[in-house]
């Protein structure tokens, strides 16, 4: 029996959704398996008719699959989950499962790398047109919802600049235009931010991140309410492919068990590094979305209950000064990755965002010597000494210079 959902988030995390087999066993049953069995021509008929629920084929749903997409449901306060293979095949499916020729997406500008190229290269392939606002001011949110939409995409907090979307007041003016709003909360994680509650219709990660959180699979997921998972998502999940492999929901399960004491630690963490490298003079400036310096703290600590695990800094001197911090760290990694239980560094302008051009970069404010720190479980005291000494050698270098 799966459990109720009146139950607090710790509890869910590691309880919902769970579905013991005849074994009774105490951790969640690993059914790799394509496909399924049927007692009888008439089950099978039963089954594909709908008269019956019986599993048929683990591109359509799959018991270790929907453990996940149940417990995920319930952490969000949703009705309904479909998870993917990446976070990308849910952002995908989640925009073409809804869009058709015709229709028009306003989106924030600040989206992740492949959100953005899906809103700006893809859907106007198929004749669908989208139109970029800066997310953190309304008045662009006024004047491109001032017509007919269908799809609003944004991400708050977004990669890597920590700018804030005003969810609420995007979601009254998106669905005024008719559209529905597609918020990515990867960065605000399930447990920080519920976007359902502030007026989103559809939430969307990338299990990748914090949810596995320990550098091992891909996945992604698809929240909202049943009418549309069922009617609009559903047929098109079932019938393109972007399905997460049983192995793969099994570790996210195992994922979830500890989301909520790693990604407290690590915000914890997060909190302090940004207070301690706001405070070294090698470094221009601190972005951390609960700081006091934070342009748009106010909504920030509205709509968050912490300001998440990503520190974003700017290394006085460029991308050769960004470069010999990230090359100086020992503890810290350099990688494109976040969300890990291992600390680690990106320098988007060189990495993540190189693609986007250096003129939508500077519309972003990701300048050269702007390094992304997606904050892991390491002992703080160890991450602020590697940091402080990677920090030391980029002084003594410059005053040597
Ligand atoms: C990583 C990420 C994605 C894409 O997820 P994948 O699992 O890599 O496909 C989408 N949005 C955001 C904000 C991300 O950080």
Excluded at 6 to 34: D, H, K, M, N, W
Excluded at 177 to 195: E, R, S, W, Y
Excluded at 242 to 254: E, V
Aim: include cysteine.
């Amino acid at each position: 029996m799966a459990i109720s959902s009146t139950y607090r988030p710790a509890t869910l995390l590691v309880q919902g959704g769970i579905e013991r087999t005849q074994f009774g066993e105490t951790a969640e049953a690993l059914f790799l398996t394509s496909g399924f069995v049927y007692d009888s021509a008439e089950q099978a008929e039963a089954t594909f008719t709908g008269a019956i629920k019986h599993f048929q084929y683990s591109r359509f749903g799959n018991p270790t699959v929907t453990m996940l997409e149940e417990r995920l449901a319930l952490i969000e306060g949703a009705d309904a989950c479909r998870v993917t293979a990446t976070g990308m095949a849910a952002v995908n499916a989640a925009l073409l499962s809804h869009l058709k020729a015709g229709d028009r997406v306003v989106a924030s500008r600040a989206l992740f790398g492949s959100c953005h190229w899906i809103v700006s290269t893809l859907l106007p392939r198929y004749g669908i047109a989208t139109e970029f606002v800066d997310g953190r001011d309304l008045d662009q949110w006024r004047a491109a919802l001032a017509r007919p939409a269908n799809l609003v995409l944004l991400e708050s907090p977004s990669n890597p600049m920590l700018e804030i979307v005003d969810l609420q007041a995007v979601a009254d003016l998106a669905h005024a235009a008719g559209a529905i709003v597609v918020v990515d909360n990867v960065f605000a994680t399930p447990l920080l931010q519920k976007p359902l509650q502030l007026g989103a219709d559809v939430v969307v990660y990338s299990c990748t991140k914090h949810i596995d959180g320990q550098g091992r699979v891909l996945g992604g997921a698809v929240l909202g309410r049943q009418k549309w998972i069922e009617e609009t998502l559903q047929p098109f999940f079932r019938n393109t492919g972007p399905a997460m492999s049983p192995f793969n929901a099994w570790l996210l399960l195992k994922g979830l068990e500890t989301l909520a004491l790693r990604v407290d630690a690590a915000c914890r963490s997060a909190a302090t590094i940004a207070d301690f490298l706001a405070a070294r003079p090698e470094i221009s400036r601190v972005w951390y979305p609960t700081r006091a310096d934070h342009p748009q703290r106010e909504l920030a600590t509205a709509q968050m209950t912490s300001g998440g695990t990503m520190v974003i800094f700017e290394v006085a001197g460029g991308k050769d000064a960004a470069f010999r911090m990230m090359n100086a760290m020992r503890l810290v990694r350099v990688s494109n990755n976040l969300g890990d239980s291992k600390s680690l560094a990106t320098h988007p302008a060189t990495t993540t965002h190189m693609r986007i051009g250096a003129e939508e970069r500077a519309r972003l404010g990701i300048t050269d010597g702007v390094i992304r720190l997606s904050v892991g479980l390491e002992d703080v005291e160890d991450l602020k000494d590697d940091l402080a000494a990677a920090l030391s050698a980029l002084g003594t270098r410059a005053a040597a210079e």
